[in-house]
């Protein structure tokens, strides 16, 4: 009697055994499938048909229904979700179900409107390529097999231009392109450049704010294989691609290619993982790769391609000066020079862009005549005020309440928002610049879409003088009349605890920087600093990546951080930090612990932000500096940890490579 071997969404690390039909062979692998499972029923997918499993046969029920209403999912599919359990530790029922639409996961037959061939129209004519792009572009051979890719180029210099021709290529020789992106909606250009250039060509976006019927014709659509081209966010790595022949990876540095809950895993990790089991190549792009990346091109694992120019001649990368602000006293975080700087913009008809990572109004209120300041109830976070409408809003639960009209404790009348947010930048600059047009671009006046495509139709129309925003702005957008960015408030991230911050600061930097002189107009960056001394500052200046890569790595060898060794966290959140931390201490003196030289564990320790929700967090780092000693000290761990008694409200989890501590 044959049995199927079922993957279910559950959290649990294992298969499960059903009685198959006496006539069941291996063509139902890959097939959605009916069971029974406690009182109800599941639909789970077949993993597997065995003669045997981890149960004597007898105490097996029989599978339901096997459903035919779509093909099979694929071996390459499967495998990939094999590997993405076994490195992230994550059940490979849950990896197998995520990455399937919601609409397959209920028992419902799948849509059956398909995704409609675009309209004819011609094709927009490619502009010719650069030498270096051309270079680019011939490095990269799709019949070859497998290779990988770093395309580091500077913003503006043709990047997209090159997976466009590479995207071609694939098309031509019959294959399908898959193009991973950070967040599609903060480029809805990108999409329409790719439609506008394969007009012929079926292109579906897969990201999660499609709505459900959209996301499931789409996901159909590249698994039936009459999609050619997919333009997707993390989750539409694990998308089944019969034809698949190319995978870009653009703004790979990108830290939201990173799940950070549920199934944890790096969707660019494992777009070379899967060019590789598909045996196509990958291109992972970016100005400013990830230092991971960077490492992997500099020890040849992948091959460095350069864009060292703006691809449009006349658009020359801008100068990037320091403003010192030690000796300068500054009006409402403002030093005069930039203040000056916008006027003259205002005055020659040109666009600025003030950038700062803080939204909200201020992000703190507090009381100067006792100690209260706007602390949340449920976070270790303070509560940012939002003046427009009067709300205190915590930015990582989501909590919020009304401004009170008095310190709660003392009931003074007089309490202050202290530091800045875009809110207030925006207010004074409209009080400074009475005449000014200005926007504020972030996820407060930005919250859908529309209201985003709304806004750039705003500002490419010359709609505003004044940009206010954070990095909501800095990706990717070419403003023709943007000549001046100001930066406020980068030195924060300076001196930030974490070892990662200089890595994202700098990039981010320079992708902001990115946006001035794109077009005709010659742009100018001007960054505020209380430390110009900085070597952060000194390479970004001279829009020097490399060294500042060299540096950083430098630096991390030495301090045996990543990408020099290899890291897992173990998290625990309980309603009592003791809980927590006597979890973590128990799984260090697990066995297998002492069985691995190689890997050595941390103390426990609370997290960063020790509180969010009302839980309390505490945390505990494994590292090696072998990859695949971590790999296999990392299941022995895990199994041994779910037999340790918990009690009832502690969660755990597992993460591997993590970026956030
Ligand atoms: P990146 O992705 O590297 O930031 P883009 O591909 O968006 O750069 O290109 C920047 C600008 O240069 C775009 O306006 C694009 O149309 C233009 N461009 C790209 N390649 C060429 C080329 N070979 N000749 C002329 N203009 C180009
Ligand atoms: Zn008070
Ligand atoms: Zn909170």
Same mark, same amino acid.
């Given at each position: 009697?044959?049995?199927?071997?079922?993957?279910?969404?559950?959290?649990?690390?294992?298969?499960?055994?059903?009685?198959?039909?006496?006539?069941?062979?291996?063509?139902?692998?890959?097939?959605?499938?009916?069971?029974?499972?406690?009182?109800?029923?599941?639909?789970?997918?077949?993993?597997?048909?065995?003669?045997?499993?981890?149960?004597?046969?007898?105490?097996?029920?029989?599978?339901?229904?096997?459903?035919?209403?779509?093909?099979?999912?694929?071996?390459?599919?499967?495998?990939?979700?094999?590997?993405?359990?076994?490195?992230?530790?994550?059940?490979?029922?849950?990896?197998?179900?995520?990455?399937?639409?919601?609409?397959?996961?209920?028992?419902?037959?799948?849509?059956?409107?398909?995704?409609?061939?675009?309209?004819?129209?011609?094709?927009?004519?490619?502009?010719?390529?650069?030498?270096?792009?051309?270079?680019?572009?011939?490095?990269?051979?799709?019949?070859?097999?497998?290779?990988?890719?770093?395309?580091?180029?500077?913003?503006?210099?043709?990047?997209?231009?090159?997976?466009?021709?590479?995207?071609?290529?694939?098309?031509?020789?019959?294959?399908?392109?898959?193009?991973?992106?950070?967040?599609?909606?903060?480029?809805?250009?990108?999409?329409?450049?790719?439609?506008?250039?394969?007009?012929?060509?079926?292109?579906?976006?897969?990201?999660?704010?499609?709505?459900?019927?959209?996301?499931?014709?789409?996901?159909?659509?590249?698994?039936?294989?009459?999609?050619?081209?997919?333009?997707?966010?993390?989750?539409?790595?694990?998308?089944?691609?019969?034809?698949?022949?190319?995978?870009?990876?653009?703004?790979?540095?990108?830290?939201?290619?990173?799940?950070?809950?549920?199934?944890?895993?790096?969707?660019?990790?494992?777009?070379?993982?899967?060019?590789?089991?598909?045996?196509?190549?990958?291109?992972?792009?970016?100005?400013?790769?990830?230092?991971?990346?960077?490492?992997?091109?500099?020890?040849?694992?992948?091959?460095?391609?350069?864009?060292?120019?703006?691809?449009?001649?006349?658009?020359?990368?801008?100068?990037?000066?320091?403003?010192?602000?030690?000796?300068?006293?500054?009006?409402?975080?403002?030093?005069?020079?930039?203040?000056?700087?916008?006027?003259?913009?205002?005055?020659?008809?040109?666009?600025?862009?003030?950038?700062?990572?803080?939204?909200?109004?201020?992000?703190?209120?507090?009381?100067?005549?006792?100690?209260?300041?706007?602390?949340?109830?449920?976070?270790?976070?303070?509560?940012?005020?939002?003046?427009?409408?009067?709300?205190?809003?915590?930015?990582?639960?989501?909590?919020?309440?009304?401004?009170?009209?008095?310190?709660?404790?003392?009931?003074?009348?007089?309490?202050?928002?202290?530091?800045?947010?875009?809110?207030?930048?925006?207010?004074?600059?409209?009080?400074?610049?009475?005449?000014?047009?200005?926007?504020?671009?972030?996820?407060?006046?930005?919250?859908?879409?529309?209201?985003?495509?709304?806004?750039?139709?705003?500002?490419?129309?010359?709609?505003?003088?004044?940009?206010?925003?954070?990095?909501?702005?800095?990706?990717?957008?070419?403003?023709?009349?943007?000549?001046?960015?100001?930066?406020?408030?980068?030195?924060?991230?300076?001196?930030?605890?974490?070892?990662?911050?200089?890595?994202?600061?700098?990039?981010?930097?320079?992708?902001?920087?990115?946006?001035?002189?794109?077009?005709?107009?010659?742009?100018?960056?001007?960054?505020?600093?209380?430390?110009?001394?900085?070597?952060?500052?000194?390479?970004?200046?001279?829009?020097?990546?490399?060294?500042?890569?060299?540096?950083?790595?430098?630096?991390?060898?030495?301090?045996?951080?990543?990408?020099?060794?290899?890291?897992?966290? #173990?998290? %625990?959140?309980? +309603?009592?930090?003791?809980? /927590? !931390?006597?979890? $973590? &201490?128990?799984?260090?003196? =697990?066995?297998?612990?002492?069985?691995?030289?190689?890997?050595?564990?941390?103390?426990?320790?609370?997290?960063?932000?020790?509180?969010?929700?009302?839980?309390?967090?505490?945390?505990?780092?494994?590292?090696?500096?072998?990859?695949?000693? #971590?790999? %296999?000290?990392? +299941?022995?761990?895990?199994? /041994? !940890?779910?037999? $340790? &008694?918990?009690?009832?409200? =502690?969660?755990?989890?597992?993460?591997?490579?993590?970026?956030?501590?």
């Amino acid at each position: 009697m044959p049995i199927f071997r079922v993957a279910l969404d559950l959290p649990l690390h294992r298969l499960f055994d059903y009685l198959a039909p006496e006539t069941a062979g291996r063509e139902a692998i890959g097939r959605r499938v009916r069971v029974p499972f406690g009182r109800g029923e599941r639909l789970g997918v077949i993993v597997d048909v065995a003669a045997s499993g981890d149960w004597p046969i007898e105490q097996l029920k029989p599978a339901g229904e096997v459903l035919h209403d779509l093909p099979p999912l694929p071996p390459d599919f499967f495998a990939l979700c094999q590997f993405a359990s076994t490195y992230y530790q994550a059940p490979l029922g849950e990896v197998v179900l995520q990455a399937l639409p919601a609409g397959l996961k209920r028992r419902d037959a799948p849509q059956r409107r398909s995704v409609r061939p675009p309209p004819p129209a011609a094709p927009v004519l490619p502009p010719e390529l650069t030498a270096e792009q051309a270079a680019a572009v011939a490095a990269v051979d799709p019949a070859a097999g497998f290779s990988a890719h770093l395309l580091h180029g500077v913003t503006g210099s043709g990047k997209t231009e090159v997976y466009l021709r590479l995207v071609e290529r694939a098309l031509a020789a019959g294959r399908q392109a898959l193009l991973l992106v950070p967040e599609i909606n903060l480029t809805p250009q990108l999409e329409e450049r790719v439609r506008a250039r394969f007009p012929q060509n079926t292109v579906v976006a897969l990201h999660s704010e499609l709505a459900e019927a959209a996301r499931e014709r789409n996901w159909l659509a590249a698994f039936a294989g009459s999609a050619d081209i997919v333009l997707g966010t993390r989750l539409a790595i694990f998308t089944p691609l019969p034809r698949l022949g190319l995978i870009v990876v653009d703004e790979e540095h990108d830290a939201s290619f990173k799940q950070q809950d549920g199934m944890r895993y790096s969707a660019r990790d494992l777009a070379v993982v899967r060019a590789h089991q598909a045996g196509v190549p990958v291109v992972l792009g970016s100005a400013t790769p990830a230092l991971e990346t960077w490492a992997n091109a500099a020890a040849g694992r992948y091959q460095r391609l350069t864009l060292r120019e703006r691809a449009n001649r006349q658009a020359k990368l801008p100068p990037l000066c320091l403003i010192d602000t030690r000796r300068l006293s500054l009006r409402e975080g403002f030093a005069a020079p930039l203040l000056a700087a916008v006027g003259e913009r205002l005055a020659r008809g040109e666009q600025s862009l003030i950038f700062l990572n803080r939204r909200g109004y201020a992000p703190v209120l507090a009381c100067p005549a006792c100690a209260w300041v706007s602390h949340c109830r449920r976070c270790a976070a303070n509560l940012v005020l939002h003046r427009a409408d009067r709300r205190l809003r915590c930015h990582h639960c989501g909590f919020e309440q009304r401004v009170p009209p008095a310190c709660p404790t003392c009931g003074n009348q007089d309490i202050h928002p202290y530091g800045r947010g875009t809110q207030r930048l925006e207010e004074w600059l409209q009080g400074e610049f009475p005449a000014a047009r200005i926007l504020r671009v972030d996820r407060d006046s930005v919250k859908s879409r529309k209201q985003w495509e709304a806004m750039l139709e705003r500002i490419h129309g010359g709609e505003a003088d004044i940009l206010v925003g954070t990095q909501m702005l800095a990706k990717g957008h070419d403003f023709s009349k943007l000549t001046l960015v100001g930066v406020l408030g980068a030195d924060a991230a300076l001196h930030a605890a974490d070892w990662r911050a200089p890595e994202r600061l700098f990039a981010q930097l320079m992708q902001v920087a990115g946006r001035a002189g794109r077009a005709e107009l010659a742009g100018e960056v001007l960054i505020q600093t209380q430390f110009p001394e900085h070597p952060l500052f000194a390479a970004l200046v001279v829009h020097d990546y490399a060294g500042f890569a060299a540096s950083q790595l430098a630096e991390r060898e030495q301090a045996g951080f990543p990408p020099y060794a290899f890291q897992a966290v #173990l998290r %625990a959140e309980a +309603p009592q930090m003791a809980d /927590a !931390i006597a979890f $973590l &201490k128990a799984a260090v003196a =697990l066995p297998p612990v002492a069985a691995h030289g190689e890997v050595v564990l941390y103390d426990p320790v609370p997290m960063r932000m020790a509180r969010l929700a009302s839980l309390e967090r505490g945390q505990l780092l494994a590292e090696s500096p072998s990859r695949p000693a #971590l790999q %296999a000290f990392l +299941p022995r761990w895990r199994e /041994a !940890i779910e037999g $340790l &008694k918990t009690p009832s409200r =502690l969660r755990w989890h597992l993460e591997v490579d993590p970026l956030e501590f």
